[in-house]
């Protein structure tokens, strides 16, 4: 299956297909100059995925460069590394750098190939749920910075994308979950009924049925690639949806110092209870719509409560983290509210006072 992010001249196709990464020729090949791809990825993903991708490509020469897992290889010391090893290895603007991994790999290769000699192409091959329905699709590319997640990037568009489904065989579940938050944030956003099929199939995703998940992932990059196609720098208040749940998140995970204590998908599933029943407190979102997201949610094993992450900070203090927020603008923080399950849209009215007494008493 092939669903294209239609972009004119920077256009792209997302491959699905159960197999795709131990058959890459197909797609990879034609990007190999002189017979070689320089792939990066990390420890894990290298143990795991490295030697089948390699497999699939006879003739051609990987170039691996590897680098710890986790969150906290997100950062400038791994940014400089990456572009020093690109040069080292005389990577050229027409060639492609693959991007084998979860958010992590693509979020920080896709930076580094937009700045290496001021653009080189690159390729993303997503190995995590969250990184197959979302972080892969779209060129919102980043690293973190001290003041907060995702601060320093760029709007920077990859060559293609391959997912193989077959790969969530071997993800735990802790990380399929984190994915599969991403996945539900679609029926939330703008798809009542998409939600209605998560609440009927999300345990099917989770326990691993291969249609289920097939049919998650391409639902998921259809209503991303049109998301990105029709507001791709986050301009028109369209992009700004796909962040829903993220500034509650992003200052859950700011205030864990973005360790694997609370992983990305993790604070979103949190992030988006909590918008709905920010969004209910308000009027605007009625009570029931935000039970039901907190049931399912809570149904599948996420934490639903803040108070239960143990997390040793005041509503204060996580209103501080959305200070800096990306979508501050004249001092006034666009928030992702809703007005039911599907109809999700961008606030500039919330203060933050108010969301202030409202986190205070979820803490409590
Ligand atoms: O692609 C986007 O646009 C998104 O907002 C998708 C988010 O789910 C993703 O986590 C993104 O990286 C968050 O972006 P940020 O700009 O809020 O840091």
């Known amino acids: ?15 699905i297909r159960p197999g795709l990464l131990g058959d890459a020729a197909a797609v990879l090949a034609p990007l190999a100059r002189g017979q070689r791809l320089v792939v990066v990825t990390d420890e894990t993903v290298a143990t795991h995925h490295l030697a089948t991708l390699a497999a699939g490509l006879p003739g051609i020469r990987l170039e691996p460069i590897v680098l710890p897992p986790g969150e906290a290889t997100k950062d400038w010391a791994h940014l400089q590394l990456v572009v020093e090893r690109l040069l080292d290895l005389g ?3 027409s060639d492609a750098v693959v991007a084998l991994g979860g958010g992590v790999i693509g ?13 080189c192409r690159f390729v993303q091959v997503p190995t995590t749920l969250l990184s197959h329905v979302d972080s892969s699709v779209g060129g919102k590319t980043a690293i973190n910075a001290a003041a907060g997640k995702n601060l320093v990037g ?5 060559v293609a994308v391959l997912i193989d489904p077959a790969v969530l065989a071997t993800l735990p579940r802790r990380e399929l979950m984190a994915g599969y938050a991403e996945v539900a944030k679609y029926g939330l956003i703008n798809d009542a009924g998409f939600f209605a099929w998560c609440e009927a199939n999300g345990a099917a995703v989770l326990a691993g049925d291969s249609d289920a998940q097939i049919h998650a992932i391409a639902h998921s990059c259809r209503a991303k690639a049109a998301v990105v196609a029709a507001d791709e720098r986050e301009t028109d208040d369209v992009r700004a949806l796909l962040n829903l749940g993220h500034t509650f998140g992003h200052a859950f995970e700011a205030e864990t110092g973005f360790s694997s204590r609370l992983l990305h998908g993790e604070a979103v599933a949190l992030g988006m209870v909590l918008a709905h029943r920010l969004s209910a407190r308000l009027g605007l ?41 990306k979508k501050m603008s004249a001092g006034r923080l666009a928030f992702i509210l809703t007005r039911g399950i599907g109809r999700s849209f961008v606030s500039r009215d919330v203060e933050l006072a108010e969301v202030e007494a409202f986190l205070a008493g979820e803490l409590a």
């Open 1 to 15: 299956m092939i669903i294209d992010v239609a972009l004119g001249d920077r256009s792209y196709p997302i491959h």
């Open 285 to 325: 979102c009625p009570e029931g719509d935000a039970a039901r997201v907190t049931a399912h949610l809570a149904g599948l094993g996420f934490a639903t409560e803040a108070r239960d992450l143990g997390l040793d900070c005041s509503a204060a203090r996580l209103v501080d983290h959305m200070k800096h927020d």
């Open 91 to 93: 990577v050229e603007r």
């Open 107 to 119: 979020d920080l290769v896709g930076f580094a190939c937009s700045m290496l000699k001021r653009g």
């Open 154 to 158: 760029a709007f920077y568009q990859p």
